[in-house]
Every structure is written in C-alpha cells, then in structure tokens.
C-alpha cells in the first residue's frame, strides 16, 4: 500500500502518523490501496514544499476491519457508525469526525483491530467512465498498530501540479 508525504530533506523510514481532528479515523498511519489515490493527494494535498512523495509498504492485514471487501466487516462497521450517530444526535447537532473518533476511542469499539480499511467517496474524474457513475473505489487503511507496516521504503517522488 502507499502512503503520500510532503517531500522532506530526509527521506521517511517510518510512516507519519496523522493526528489532524478531521481524520477519517482518527489518529493513524494511513495509506493508501492503489497508487493513483496517491499520488492524487500529494498533487491535491501535499502542496507546502511544492513536491511529494510516495512511499509503498507491505501490510499484514489479518487482523484489520476490512470494510471494503469483507461483508461481515462492513455490517458490523455501518452498525458501530448508526450507533453512534444515534447517540451523538441527542445532543442536536450533526457530529463532527473528532466526536466520532473520540466515541470510538472512549469505548475502545477499533482497539482489537490493527487497522481499518474503508472507501470514501472520489472526485477524481478519471474514476468516472459515465457521467455521475464513480466505477473505482477509493481505499484507504487507518493503521493502529504500527508492527503490521514492513518494507516501508520510497517508491515515487512527484511534483505538485
């Protein structure tokens, strides 16, 4: 899998965990299934230095909650996710991502996971072959334990655009 950075002096030998409020998942080593995403969020999202890299890793992934490709994963991850919006509406408003993952965090629902992999949705135009019609899903794995993450090394250097 492949995880995008800013490109830095020295180069990575781990990946940088994302501790950001509007995290997907929270705090994570977060990489990405195919390249292309990739190198999409360092040209979209890794501007500062005005380059990115992208450094690919093997990941152990027997013991993640593997939303994407795995249905007794995703039913149990879409009811944790209806739980919680339930419980966080009685407060009135829409929950932001920190109070999801705060929830999550307090009641230890991700802990016996290594990692998560899930899809969000792409505005990536390329991924839309028919008008309105996204044919390709954009993965991503929130890493919690780091021992599942080896051979991390650079596999691509990109200029923004």
């Known amino acids: 899998m492949f995880h995008t950075q800013e ?17 997907w998942l929270g705090t994570a080593w977060y990489f990405w299934y ?42 149990f991850w879409l009811k944790q996710i209806e739980k919680v919006k339930k419980i966080l509406l009685m407060a009135g408003e829409k929950p932001t991502l920190k109070e999801l993952n705060e929830y999550f965090k307090r009641k230890d629902i991700w802990t016996r996971f290594s990692g998560v992999m899930f899809q969000d949705i ?23 334990d780091y021992s599942i993450v080896s051979n991390f090394n650079l596999h691509f250097e990109g200029k923004c655009t």
């Open 7 to 23: 490109r830095r002096d020295v180069r990575l030998t781990k990946a940088v965990e994302c501790s950001r409020d509007n995290a």
């Open 34 to 75: 195919h390249e292309d995403d990739a190198i999409s969020w360092g040209n979209k999202s890794k501007k500062r230095t005005g380059y990115y890299e992208i450094y690919e890793a093997d990941i152990n992934r027997e013991n993640i909650l593997d939303t994407v490709f795995n249905e007794e994963s995703y039913l």
């Open 122 to 144: 792409s505005f990536n135009a390329d991924y839309f072959i028919i008008k309105y019609f996204q044919y390709k899903k954009r993965i991503q794995l929130a890493v919690y």
